[in-house]
Nanobody
Framework: QVQLVESGGGSVQPGGSLRLSCAAP????????MGWYRQGPGKQRELVAR???????NYADSVKGRFTISRDNAKNTVYLQMNSLKPEDTAVYYC?????????WGQGTQVTVSS
């Protein structure tokens, strides 16, 4: 079973920063896009940020200017730098990898923003 390896979640105070990482195994070929989604308590899963192979990015309006997504194609790794975190950013964050054939999901990492 293909497994995405996520890391970097945790608890932080409002205004703080966290960096999420997600590494896809080399067995996943022809990766087109990598991204992060999140699901807050009682909410549906939503797109946070996504980056396609040529570097084009898109962000949820709620995180623009605070979060930055980047990827290392050689390492099949995507990062999410989260700054100026707010309590409403509290959620389980899921890594997503899309190929031409299918998509893959990570198991999720908890991010909690609280004073």
């Amino acid at each position: 079973q293909v497994q995405l390896v996520e890391s970097g979640g945790g608890s932080v105070q409002p205004g703080g920063s966290l960096r999420l990482s997600c590494a896809a195994p080399g067995s996943i070929l022809s990766i087109y896009a990598m991204g992060w989604y999140r699901q807050g308590p009682g909410k549906q899963r939503e797109l946070v940020a996504r980056i396609i192979r040529d570097g084009i990015t898109n962000y949820a309006d709620s995180v623009k200017g605070r979060f930055t997504i980047s990827r290392d194609n050689a390492k099949n790794t995507v990062y999410l730098q989260m700054n100026s975190l707010k309590p409403e950013d509290t959620a389980v964050y899921y890594c997503n990898v899309d190929t031409i054939q299918r998509g893959f999901w990570g198991q999720g990492t908890q991010v909690t923003v609280s004073s």
